[in-house]
């Protein structure tokens, strides 16, 4: 009977592990709860319950013995896809029975300690070549690609910086905003790309929240009410940061 | 000429923002099409005048289809896709202007441009939405849990 109470929690520690990957690191709510749902049953357990917000998941399985819950608290999230897709995978193993309790547990901890595969340099590579791009898809000319890079590269290695030094939420992308606005104009000013407002819509870019809204709305459809909202929020509040920081740099204009 | 210089930068946008993204190294070609045909599907649409939302509806509708099919075939979450895929159609230029004149005090054209901006997010959203739907109606016969 005690073997199998701890495998119960055995189990919870698995489902739960799994969730907190996902959430912290960009997945829909609906994904979450599937995903941890899928666990449980693949192990045996045929009821559980799982309630995901973007700040905490609660589960809790109905067996023959009195009903067990678990919570955990998300503090901190980051946008790492690599990890979804990797704990994904590893749901699809433990539902074909591949993997037991243990075997899972371990490898989903191995997942979450696992660094991030591009290095933070080729990140901002990315969102410089984003920036770039995007002068182009916004009709703009070729002279402009080359400031609209270094002042996006340069937003998004702020962006990451100061996140890590001030925890307040949407400082970073103020700040962010701000500083690559200035060097916009500043860029615009020596002569070095002539089309101003190209150039800051296209440094601006790597700061989008695309990845809140979509998650926004593919939970809010799925009726996740509360994580729909709260990321809409936070999209929104994003944005309203971002334009904040560049208000101000045109107000000095 | 333009039209591959359109779709080499939407590719590179779209592939880049996977990058930023951490998805997994196989899968950035795969985000980099995904917003390239979306792209392609607004930019043809809006060059020959159709309106600005229901270009952007049908380019995040394609989007989100594209990325069911891949998020089938290689069995990984369709989010990857999708994320990745709509950044070139966000309506930053638009947003900007908006800003812009609201700075200006102009709040005339500013709200009407807010409103296109917000108009525009909308469709994006409405794209992904209806194939969703789509998705859910035609492809996906759906596995129930507990089976």
Redesign the interface.
């Known amino acids: 009977m005690d073997v199998e109470l701890e495998d119960h929690y055995d189990i919870m520690d698995v489902s739960l592990i799994a969730g907190k990957i996902m959430l912290e690191n960009g997945a829909e709510t609906y994904r979450v709860e599937d995903t941890m749902i899928r666990i449980a049953l693949a192990y045996g357990i045929r009821e559980s319950h799982s309630f995901v917000t973007p700040t905490g998941i609660m589960f809790s399985v109905e067996t023959d013995e009195p009903t067990k819950t678990k919570l955990i608290r998300i503090s901190n999230r980051t946008t790492d896809l690599y990890k979804v897709s990797a704990v994904n995978a590893i749901s699809r193993r433990i539902s074909a029975g591949e993997l037991t309790t243990v075997q899972a547990y371990h490898e989903l901890k191995a997942i979450q300690k696992a660094p991030m595969f591009f290095s933070f340099w080729i990140q901002i590579l990315a969102a410089a070549s984003t920036s770039g791009s995007f002068v182009i898809l916004l009709k703009g000319s070729f002279d402009n690609v080359l400031p609209a890079m270094i002042a996006g590269g340069l937003a998004y290695f702020i962006v990451l910086k100061v996140a890590d030094i001030v925890p307040t939420m949407f400082f970073s992308e103020f700040i962010a905003a701000l500083v690559s606005g200035a060097a916009s104009y500043f860029f615009y000013r020596i002569g070095f790309g002539g089309d101003l407002d190209r150039i800051i819509i296209g440094a601006l870019i790597p700061l989008v929240p695309g990845l809140l809204i979509t998650n926004a709305v593919r939970d809010l459809m799925a009726g996740h009410f509360i994580s729909g909202l709260a990321k809409g929020a936070e999209a929104l509040l994003t944005a309203l940061a971002i334009g904040t920081g560049i208000a101000v740099i045109m107000t000095l204009i | 000429m333009t039209i591959l ?2 779709m080499l ?2 590719f ?2 779209a592939a ?10 196989k ?1 950035l070609v795969k985000c980099g099409t995904v917003g390239m045909a979306g ?1 392609m599907v607004y930019y043809f649409l809006s060059e020959n005048s159709v309106d600005p939302l229901a270009s952007t509806v049908a380019a995040s509708f394609t989007i989100a289809v594209i990325g069911h099919v891949y998020a089938r075939l290689y ?3 369709v ?2 896709f ?2 990745a895929g ?3 159609l ?1 309506p ?2 638009i ?3 908006a ?2 004149a ?3 005090n102009d709040y005339d054209n500013a709200m009407s441009l807010a409103a296109k901006a917000f108009m525009i ?1 909308g469709s ?2 409405l794209g ?2 209806l194939s ?1 739907v789509f998705y859910q109606l035609l492809l996906r016969k759906k596995v129930p ?2 089976k």
């Open positions: 210089t359109n930068f939407s590179l946008a880049s923002f996977g990058i930023m993204f951490n998805v997994p190294k899968l792209w069995k990984t979450p989010i990857i999708t994320i709509i950044i070139p966000v930053g230029g947003a900007y202007r800003m812009r609201f700075v200006q997010s994006i959203a992904l939405i969703d849990i507990g």
